[in-house]
């Protein structure tokens, strides 16, 4: 059936009225309204209760009178009923709204009635309320952070920066707000790049890795920095960026870099060391067993005899050998000998007229020796050879060209800082040092050939063996001092060796023994043939009988056999069965007072290191030469003495 059939059409249908329609609209939408007349009358309220009011109509009643429980809301009122609109916020029954109400007028201006209207704001004020929670919170973290953070624009203008960027590049927060603070001024020229490639990375997924780069400071200092940053908004360019100040981990870098290579330059030498003192043991037998017998020949041989010659290339080479064999043991800083306090002034002194015959003709040796230096405790010999070493060193890099060595000696006092910049510098402390300085007017080094030149065998010259420097640096270790090399290629080369200053008085050379006579029965062990049958000739030739042993456990077997005779023993450190030490507590059980004098091819700092038994007479260094034995032997023998153990 259609709607004619049935007598309706849809004229025939009466439209909603308006306030059906509004009706409508306020039931379904958050939206309260009412309207008061001029005085205040409720000419219409939809919805709209003040707080604490009864809900109802309120059309008809008052509502400055209504609103007296409202204070707000009845001051709003009154603000809109004398001509402007006016807003407030308040909460009923647990929901939030805000209260809009605006004056209207008639053609002549005046106020003839406002009309309200009621939002329901709740879940908007939970909203903006978590919103300020939230940016509080990262306000905290941004503004507390110990990283420093940044908000920037792809332009390079810095819109916000917390204080720890501040701190790493210097500046005030007076000087940010005063625009003092650009990305791209502060960036390191060569460092452009890398920002430019993490805006590319930005633009393309949001983030760029973190990356190395240095910022000036506001003091014009660079800082090593990581950074990292993502992109904010594509459409304004801005970006957050994180800066962690790198300078305490590149310090600490550095350090251990510079323990490690100090580390590796000890262990170097160490290892060095392990094997010189393999070398010198074996070695300094068959120079002892050369030296030995070449001397006791030459000893017994006329003047005139055609021999001597030879004999005398014989000696000067197991010398030279010596002296090769005691440089590698100078490498491990072991190098000890006879220390006692001395004037360093004085000793350079003396050398000085073999150095200028050492030397070209065309080097001028200078000497600017300063008079009364505090003592230091050294040993002559090494001394000596460091002196040489660097003499000649320094000539041979001025070449064939005219210059200058000089060599000068002070006192200097060093702190920790100054300690930091020397060779081989552990265990040196601050102090006041006695130095020899050494400078030549030769063709320089660069920094790469500066840090090898201590290195043991590696040299730049052609005829070279690489070993007068690390001599000089293991003696100068083994002195417990410290070097500094100040070169540049073609300003010459400075060294400058560094003693400790000692409070003994420096005294003179011990006096040679020029002649020695013995007697009675001598005890020679040591398990090397050589050096024993060169010791007895040498002891026969000083006036004594000799009894020989081929190692420790038979010579304390042959002293107890003769015992009540044998006036002096020489013992050799390193043998098998029965080593030194064992042999000589052997010896002291049979009899307590007769003088041992040690022999060794280590020196005597690391022998008597290996050796702790006390009550020694004396000690030799193989190869020793006759002049030495006597020595050693007029002081074992001197009437009172029980020896220096």
Not at 14 to 30: I, K, N, T, W
Not at 102 to 125: F, H, K, N, W, Y
Not at 267 to 281: D, F, R, T, Y
Not at 543 to 549: E, I
Request: with cysteine.
């Amino acid at each position: 059936m259609t709607d004619e059939a049935n007598g309706r059409d849809g004229a025939g249908v009466p439209p909603a009225s308006a306030r059906e329609v509004l009706g409508f609209v306020l039931q379904h939408a958050p939206v309260r309204v009412f309207e008061v007349d001029a005085q205040g009358i409720f000419l219409m309220n939809e919805g709209v209760n003040p707080p604490g009011s009864r809900p109802g109509s309120l059309v008809g009643i008052n509502a400055l009178a209504a609103y007296r429980s409202f204070p707000e809301g009845l001051a709003a009122l009154q603000v809109a009923l004398a001509g402007t609109e006016s807003e407030v916020r308040y909460i009923s029954e647990g929901k939030t709204y805000d209260l809009i109400l605006s004056p209207r007028r008639d053609a002549q201006g005046a106020v003839i009635s406002v009309l309200g209207m009621a939002q329901v704001v709740t879940e908007r004020v939970r909203a903006e309320q978590e919103a300020r929670k939230s940016e509080e919170r990262f306000r905290r973290v941004f503004e507390s952070n110990m990283i420093g953070l940044t908000f920037f624009r792809t332009n390079g203008e810095v819109l916000e920066v917390n204080d720890a960027l501040l701190a790493i590049l210097g500046y005030s927060r007076a000087d940010f707000e005063a625009g003092g603070l650009n990305w791209r001024t502060s960036t390191v020229p060569g460092f452009e790049h890398l920002d430019e490639q993490a805006l590319a990375q930005m633009a393309a997924s949001g983030v760029c890795p973190a990356f190395e780069k240095e910022f000036f400071r506001k003091d014009g200092s660079r800082v090593p920095v990581i950074l990292g940053g993502a992109s904010l908004s594509e459409a304004s360019g801005t970006g957050v960026a994180f800066v962690l100040d790198l300078s305490e981990r590149k310090q600490n870098q550095e350090e251990r870099e510079r323990l490690q290579a100090q580390l590796l330059q000890v262990q170097k030498l160490e290892s060095l060391g392990v094997l010189a003192g393999g070398i010198a043991h074996d070695f300094n037998n068959l120079l002892t067993a050369i030296l030995g017998s070449a001397s006791a020949a030459m000893l017994t041989l006329p003047n005139e005899s055609p021999a001597r010659p030879d004999l005398d290339n014989v000696i000067l080479a197991s010398r030279r050998a010596a002296n090769l064999t005691r440089q590698l043991l100078a490498y491990s800083g072991k190098g000890h000998f006879e220390v006692r306090p001395i004037d360093l002034s004085v000793h350079v002194r003396e050398l000085a007229t073999l150095l200028e015959t050492t030397i070209s003709k065309k080097v001028q040796l200078r000497l600017e020796l300063t008079q009364d230096l505090p003592a230091v405790a050294a040993d002559i010999a090494q001394l000596q050879q460091i002196v040489m070493n660097l003499v000649i060193n320094g000539a041979e890099a001025i070449g064939d060209q005219r210059g200058t060595v000089l060599v000068a000696t002070g006192v200097q006092a060093i702190d920790e800082f100054y300690v930091q910049s020397l060779f081989s510098s552990e265990g040196i402390e601050p102090g006041t040092y006695v130095y020899l300085e050494v400078h030549d007017t030769g063709c320089g080094m660069d920094e790469a050939t500066k840090m090898r030149i201590f290195d043991p065998f590696f040299t730049t010259k052609f005829t070279g063996r690489g070993l007068g420097l690390a001599a000089v640096m293991g003696i100068v270790r083994g002195h417990k001092g410290a070097m500094k090399v100040y070169s540049s290629p073609g300003k010459g080369t400075t060294f400058k060796v560094f003693f400790p200053a000692s409070d003994a008085v420096a005294v003179g050379p011990a006096p040679e023994v020029m002649s020695f006579r013995g007697e009675g029965l001598a005890l020679v062990i040591d398990d090397d043939q050589g050096v024993r049958e060169a010791a007895s000739r040498l002891l026969e030739f000083f006036g004594f009988r000799v009894l020989q042993a081929v190692d420790g456990r038979h010579g304390a077997e042959v002293f107890r056999q003769h015992a009540g005779e044998v006036v002096v023993i020489i013992l050799d450190m390193t043998m098998p069965e029965m080593n030194g030490e064992e042999t000589f507590r052997e010896i002291r059980r049979v009899r307590s007072d007769v003088p041992v004098i040690l022999t060794s091819g280590y020196n005597e700092i690391e022998a008597t290191r290996r050796f702790t038994a006390k009550g020694l007479a004396g000690f030799l260094q193989k190869p020793f030469t006759p002049k030495e034995l006597s020595q050693k032997l007029a002081l074992a023998l001197k009437p009172g003495s029980r020896g220096s153990g």
